[in-house]
């Protein structure tokens, strides 16, 4: 049953990605007629506001605001342009068209990974509480026939009857607890798993944008007509903007993790530990409902009555006992996994401060290299043009 909830939901969530591709297709669209002329404006159009919502002189802000309109009038010449240059180069739009939709239905299954997530844990959390319910009934009907078969008897030691409940519910309990820690820990790696996923996703997301930005800039500078000299500098320049670029979202990928992971194991805990009580304050519940069951069966038996009293004395004073070592233990486990994400960070940040001077060392080598070609070149021409003044000095001669 459980099964069938899950697959409905995913055939819910696949709908809901359909009925959002489709309503983004005019955007996507828009995005595939538009010019990188449109999209420098646009750039430029955004930095100017992000400027404006800063603190600025009202005459410099008079300036740009007049320099905004512009930027917007000429943006919407050149989308205009765009619509009607729609029908060039539509294979490369074709081309571009799908990769974006690719883009879209993996951003839809990243914000979608949570919600899945959480409707699996629902699910096994159910089916769960649906053990726990058959549990309790298959040691009811045990005690039942057993408490009946005690207290039947003829003769003394009917207190057994209680001491036969009692010990019942403490092993229940027992096997409860530890039903409780394998769903727990299947909880934790679901949670995580999927805090995983999402990240990964998100990176690739991040990593694709960054490559087409980089293929975008590319086509401009080649199209731009500047010299080969500084053409190349130009795409040199953009290569390394792109492998920066990645590498911050890749720490960024790591520093998210870092963060959520922390987050996830702490909710998990305050989760954990809640359900822990439930389950003890519980059964101590029903522990004591059965006892005084037996013990309103024999109300005259003096023995029964007292037993009976220090067992309910022993489950108040053991339930508040059992309630604060869950207390302890939550916060022992949390201060465990802060510790341990203290650790990784701190290794991590050595990684990166290594993978950064090795960026660095490897960037100033290949400036070094640059610097000793360019200066090679420039002898050699140096070299050719006094050869050159020699030899038209010796023809002149």
Known sequence: MEKDDIEIHKTQLQMEKEKELNSAEGE????????????????????????????????????????????????????EQDRQNQSKGLDEKRKKRQELLALKKMQIEADQIDELNKKEVE???NKFLQQMDAMDKHTDKELDREVRNIITRVGPGKEQALIVVNEAHDDLLERKLKILMSKQFGDLTKYLGSMQNKLAMEHM??????????ERDKESAINSGMADEELADKLQMIAAERDLELQLSQQKMDRDREEQEQKVRESQEETFCEEKKDIIARQAGAKKTKIETVMNKMPDNDVVQEVGDKLLRKIDITLEEEIADAEKDKERNMERARMKIIAENDKQLDDMKKSLNDAMEKEEKKLEDQMEHRKNEILTLKRANLEERLKMAGDMT
Do not use: F, W, Y
Not at 55 to 75: Q, S
Not at 205 to 214: T, V
């Open 205 to 214: 997301i991040r990593a694709r944008k960054i490559e087409m930005k980089q």
């Open 123 to 125: 699910t096994l959390n």
């Open 28 to 79: 996507i669209d828009t995005e595939v007629n538009k010019s990188n002329k449109s999209r420098a404006l646009e750039e430029q159009k955004e930095a100017l506001r992000k400027k404006l919502d800063g603190d600025v002189d009202p005459n410099e802000k008079a300036r740009m605001m007049a320099e905004l309109n512009d930027l917007e009038a000429n943006l919407s010449q050149q989308m």
